[in-house]
């Protein structure tokens, strides 16, 4: 383990870099999500999903933006 004099000698980039990489180390199923964020994640997805039906590819979109342009 690192201790906290090791970390006091570490340059700003370095402890950053440090977070970083402890950051990383973490899986996602070790990360609780509380349960509104939980019900707003499924409410985002379900709403992503019904608007699928009614997207517009980026082709389309941009032959249509240069068309108002002219």
Request: charged share 35%; aromatic share 4%; no cysteine.
């Amino acid at each position: 383990m690192i201790s906290h004099d090791e970390i006091a000698k570490l340059t700003a980039s370095e402890r950053m870099s440090l977070i970083a990489e402890l950051w990383d180390s973490i899986d996602d199923v070790d990360i609780p999500l509380p349960k509104a964020q939980h019900e707003e994640l499924l409410h985002r997805l379900e709403s992503f999903e019904e608007d699928q039906e009614q997207a517009v590819s980026w082709e389309a979109l941009k032959a249509e933006l240069n068309a108002r342009e002219r």
